[in-house]
């Protein structure tokens, strides 16, 4: 969730990522405006807005910082590494040209489901995945087995570099929709 509202780069690259895949995460809050920000609003989701006076939310931000880092080490990455790559996995062609038609599973379309995945991978020094994992899903499971089989047979990247500029195993993640056609 954000804690600032966007600024007017950080908009113009998210309507931009919406327009055309593949997906561009805003930039950073940088430290000064996590220290600035002290409230958080829920708009939209309730019958009325809701604001959550925080104070400061650099010391919650710098730990949920940390929380991250210590769950991609649990992945098996090297965390030292990872934040100081100076380029991330980079695939060889967009996401979306992954997946066709014939990846929606049938009886998925037989009884109308549709599903959103949020999956990552780990993508070795070469370039290709070496494991997917769903990382959150609408269901049922076969929505999650065909993302993995997809992108276990036809996502290709450019491997992540370390600060030498040496390939080195790293992290990619990524959302699909499975919508029928009206």
């Known amino acids: 969730m954000r804690l600032a509202p966007l600024?007017?780069?950080?908009?113009?690259?998210?309507?931009?990522?919406?327009?055309?895949?593949?997906?561009?995460?805003?930039?950073?809050l940088g430290e000064?405006?996590?220290?600035?920000?002290?409230?958080?609003?829920?708009?939209k989701v309730l019958s009325h807005d809701l604001v959550l006076e925080t104070g400061s939310m650099a010391k919650p931000l710098a730990a949920l910082r940390e929380c991250s880092w210590e769950t991609v080490k649990l992945w098996g990455l090297d965390i030292d590494q990872q934040k100081r790559l100076t380029r991330k996995p980079n695939p060889t062609r967009p996401s979306y040209e992954w997946f066709n038609p014939k990846d929606y599973p049938p009886a998925m379309i037989r009884g109308g489901y549709q599903g959103i995945v949020?999956?990552?991978?780990i993508v070795d020094e070469k370039g290709a995945p070496t494991s997917c994992n769903i990382q959150e899903s609408t269901r049922p499971k076969e929505f999650d087995d065909a993302v993995c089989k997809a992108v276990m047979k036809r996502a290709r990247f450019e491997p992540a570099l370390d600060a030498q500029g040496k390939p080195?195993?790293?992290?990619?993640?990524?959302?699909?929709?499975?919508?029928?056609?009206?």
């Open 32 to 43: 000064a405006r996590e220290a600035a920000a002290s409230w958080l609003e829920l708009s």
């Open 168 to 182: 080195v195993p790293s992290y990619w993640r990524q959302t699909v929709r499975f919508v029928l056609a009206a």
């Open 118 to 121: 949020n999956f990552r991978l």
């Open 7 to 28: 600024t007017k780069a950080e908009k113009e690259a998210h309507d931009e990522s919406i327009r055309r895949p593949p997906h561009v995460d805003p930039p950073p």
